[in-house]
């Protein structure tokens, strides 16, 4: 009897010690945090969250300073972000985050109510441009520096959502704005047209391809702890970009689903101009850090004041 009971209780022991194995090895496959942003930035996210896996719970910020606490305090695992915002974290943190990939182009574009004739960047010379604060302004002030214009830059509208909604009512003659407002805004009022397209501008003075606004970080320490999961990310997050490409309607209509952006018509019309991709490597590396060059020599606050060390770039193996 006293046996049978060993046994028992030896069974019983075997038993709770294998619930706690499982219950560890399933706090090891915890989902992956990822956060990304509405707008373009987050558009390469959208397929991810349209499949719903287990694997992942994502967050839909408005405010990419949300997004920045949330990878300081741990609560982030990977996050999509502008691509100064990425840098000045970096040097915020003492290099605890790393950007993983590139995944969006320059998305500015010059817009014009027809009042004034622009042909060329020459064509702004003595003209007053209404530009968003921050980025866009510092990426416009940098190409009119490298074509030597003199140019006067209003931030009177902050916001590129404020700016939209002046450029829409007819406030503004010469606006930079971002996809998807441009399209915002012209649907809203058909005389404007877009009179430039700033990345295009951009390549003709600047190392072609460096117009890198929007970019995929991680934290460092996530990289080091997790390197299947974080290969594995990257596999599906390169096939939900390419999703944008392959069927530009059902990428909207996910775009729409996961609060990326509101109407999925609107997102359909300015996929093709939002330049989103998918740059990993060496390749991330050369195209972001001429990138950055220039903004520290444009705006050095604007990465943080300084370049980032070469373990900025996470670069799998």
Same mark, same amino acid.
């Given at each position: 009897?006293?046996?049978?009971?060993?046994?028992?209780?030896?069974?019983?022991?075997?038993?709770?010690?294998?619930?706690?194995?499982?219950?560890?090895?399933?706090?090891?496959?915890?989902?992956?945090?990822?956060?990304?942003?509405?707008?373009?930035?987050?558009?390469?996210?959208?397929?991810?969250?349209?499949?719903?896996?287990?694997?992942?719970?994502?967050?839909?910020?408005?405010?990419?300073?949300?997004?920045?606490?949330?990878?300081?305090?741990?609560?982030?695992?990977?996050?999509?972000?502008?691509?100064?915002?990425?840098?000045?974290?970096?040097?915020?943190?003492?290099?605890?985050?790393?950007?993983?990939?590139?995944?969006?182009?320059?998305?500015?574009?010059? !817009?014009?109510?027809?009042? $004034?004739?622009? +042909?060329?960047?020459?064509?702004? @010379?003595?003209?007053? %441009?209404? &530009?968003? *604060?921050?980025?866009?302004?510092?990426?416009?002030?940098?190409?009119?520096?490298?074509?030597?214009?003199?140019?006067?830059?209003?931030?009177?509208?902050?916001?590129?959502?404020?700016?939209?909604?002046?450029?829409?009512?007819?406030?503004?003659?010469?606006?930079?704005?971002?996809?998807?407002?441009?399209?915002?805004?012209?649907?809203?009022?058909?005389?404007?047209?877009?009179?430039?397209?700033?990345?295009?501008?951009?390549?003709?003075?600047?190392?072609?391809?460096?117009?890198?606004?929007?970019?995929?970080?991680?934290?460092?320490?996530?990289?080091?702890?997790?390197?299947?999961?974080?290969?594995?990310?990257?596999?599906?997050?390169?096939?939900?970009?390419?999703?944008?490409?392959?069927? !530009?309607?059902?990428?909207? $209509?996910?775009? +729409?689903?996961?609060?990326?952006? @509101?109407?999925?018509? %609107?997102? &359909?019309? *300015?996929?093709?101009?939002?330049?989103?991709?998918?740059?990993?490597?060496?390749?991330?590396?050369?195209?972001?850090?001429?990138?950055?060059?220039?903004?520290?020599?444009?705006?050095?606050?604007?990465?943080?004041?300084?370049?980032?060390?070469?373990?900025?770039?996470?670069?799998?193996?």
């Amino acid at each position: 009897m006293k046996k049978k009971q060993l046994i028992i209780s030896f069974a019983l022991l075997l038993c709770l010690c294998m619930s706690m194995l499982s219950a560890a090895a399933f706090a090891d496959e915890a989902p992956v945090r990822v956060y990304t942003l509405n707008g373009t930035t987050g558009f390469g996210m959208a397929g991810m969250i349209g499949e719903g896996k287990s694997d992942y719970v994502f967050t839909v910020e408005t405010d990419p300073s949300v997004v920045t606490a949330a990878l300081v305090s741990g609560e982030c695992d990977i996050a999509a972000l502008p691509t100064n915002a990425a840098a000045a974290l970096y040097n915020k943190t003492e290099g605890k985050v790393q950007v993983l990939a590139l995944n969006t182009r320059g998305v500015l574009y010059l !817009v014009s109510d027809g009042s $004034e004739t622009v +042909e060329s960047l020459a064509d702004l @010379a003595g003209k007053t %441009v209404y &530009a968003p *604060a921050q980025n866009p302004s510092f990426i416009f002030s940098a190409l009119c520096k490298a074509n030597e214009l003199d140019v006067t830059i209003d931030n009177s509208y902050a916001q590129p959502a404020e700016l939209n909604a002046a450029v829409a009512a007819g406030k503004v003659a010469l606006a930079v704005l971002p996809e998807p407002m441009v399209t915002v805004a012209r649907s809203q009022n058909p005389d404007l047209t877009v009179a430039l397209d700033l990345t295009a501008e951009w390549d003709k003075v600047m190392e072609p391809g460096s117009l890198v606004q929007g970019c995929v970080v991680v934290r460092r320490a996530f990289a080091e702890e997790q390197p299947e999961a974080l290969a594995q990310f990257l596999t599906d997050y390169e096939a939900s970009v390419n999703l944008l490409t392959e069927d !530009v309607q059902a990428a909207a $209509e996910q775009i +729409e689903a996961a609060g990326i952006f @509101a109407k999925a018509a %609107v997102a &359909a019309k *300015a996929i093709p101009n939002c330049n989103v991709c998918f740059v990993t490597g060496e390749d991330m590396q050369r195209e972001l850090g001429a990138f950055l060059e220039i903004m520290l020599d444009t705006a050095p606050q604007s990465v943080g004041g300084a370049l980032p060390g070469d373990d900025f770039y996470c670069v799998l193996k």
